[in-house]
């Protein structure tokens, strides 16, 4: 009975030891961190010129582009360009097959030549029955002088004003004839342009100068109107097609400049300006299209490639800056933390312009203060009285 109380004696003290332990364990940890300082990086409040941007994001779109097609259905037999290709105003981009229409050219310019031939009988034939008619008015006006001094019959006077008749008659009929045939000379002249504008047709020229994005035929397809062959844009206005909230709508406005960052590139940084505006916002995510006009296109670019465009809406110079990065949000109140003897202290902060990582100090900080942030926010962050040490790296 002894010996049994003894062994839970000492199983309970051994049990019990183990609490201890992994309570001195806790204590040790938690008292080390409370002591271990986090590394941080430090930065020196002071003047600084700051932009205030609107950021939005978008594409990059060609302000001028157009679909090349046929006007005319037709075999495909040369196909000159290709995708990614610069071409000039008037080059020959395609070419269909034009034989039929080469023939009915010559069929049409044919009749037109024998139309031509027609009006010349035509007007042949006038000008003899006008010559004829008035050498009849002259025998006319004779006989009629000579019948009232009694020198001819009546019969006879008769006979000169019939024949009168009749050559007033005949030239009113080749009258007729002459502007008939002008009418089917016209009617031939317009059927040999349009067979000409046809067979011209079969010749496929670029509007502008531009770079073809989209081909989307081979030689021995067959087109018709509308169909596409080529998309073709225009270079020399590239606008990035920006969404942008619709409440920072009042801050907008042509002609401000903007930075635009290619996702392609993060590192560079191109230069443009707000040429349109949107006047309809989006129902569903609240935004509105903004087109920026980009001054110089990268190197390597494509259309519908993505972007981030950066507006400036205002501006100010000499004014207490800090990098947005050391900012922190404490009880939703903006704030720092200020460096003092190897702790982080934690200073309220009145904010005003951001632009370029960078916002403005208001309030609560000095010029030459020194705020300081965690090398590592989420595994370390920093908490008011907390010990720090500034990496020298």
């Not at 004829?132 to 009629?144: G, M």
Request: with cysteine; charged share 30%; hydrophobic share 40%.
């Amino acid at each position: 009975m002894t010996n049994s109380l003894y062994k839970s004696a000492i199983k309970l003290a051994i049990r019990n030891g183990k609490y201890i332990l992994l309570g001195i364990a806790i204590l040790f940890f938690l008292f080390w961190l409370r002591l271990n300082p986090i590394l941080v990086e430090q930065y020196t409040v002071k003047y600084e010129d700051i932009v205030s941007e609107v950021m939005g994001t978008g594409t990059l779109e060609a302000h001028v582009e157009t679909v090349i097609s046929s006007k005319i259905s037709g075999l495909l037999t040369h196909v000159n360009v290709d995708q990614g290709d610069s071409i000039k105003n008037g080059q020959v981009l395609a070419r269909l097959d034009d034989r039929d229409l080469i023939q009915q050219v010559e069929i049409a310019k044919a009749d037109f030549e024998a139309a031509k031939a027609t009006v010349t009988r035509a007007q042949a034939d006038v000008n003899r029955a006008r010559a004829v008619c008035e050498q009849a008015q002259r025998d006319n006006v004779r006989n009629q002088e000579l019948f009232r001094k009694g020198t001819i019959s009546e019969s006879e006077d008769e006979k000169s004003t019939e024949a009168l008749k009749i050559a007033e008659a005949e030239l009113a009929r080749e009258k007729a004839a002459a502007a008939e045939a002008e009418k089917q000379l016209i009617v031939a002249k317009n059927t040999l342009e349009y067979h000409r504008a046809r067979l011209a047709d079969t010749v496929i020229n670029a509007p502008f100068d531009g770079l073809i994005i989209r081909r989307d035929r081979e030689p021995g397809d067959v087109v018709v109107p509308g169909s596409l062959i080529f998309l073709l844009i225009s270079t020399k206005e590239m606008w990035i097609k920006a969404w942008v909230d619709e409440t920072q709508i009042g801050k907008l406005s042509p002609r401000q400049k903007a930075r635009i960052i290619f996702r392609s590139e993060p590192d560079d940084t191109y230069q443009g300006g707000i040429v349109r505006i949107g006047r309809e916002s989006d129902r569903e995510t609240r935004e509105l299209l903004v087109d920026v006009l980009i001054d110089k296109l990268p190197s390597q670019w494509a259309v519908g490639q993505r972007a981030e465009v950066y507006i400036e809406v205002d501006q100010k110079q000499q004014t207490l800056v800090i990098p947005v990065r050391f900012i922190s949000i404490e009880k939703n109140h903006p704030g720092v933390f200020v460096l003092n003897k190897e702790r982080a202290i934690w200073h309220p902060v009145k904010i005003g312009l951001q632009g370029q990582g960078k916002v403005e100090i208001l309030e609560g900080l000095d010029p030459n203060d020194t705020v300081i942030t965690s090398l590592d926010p989420k595994q370390n962050p920093l908490s008011d009285g907390k010990r720090v040490k500034v990496t020298t790296s």
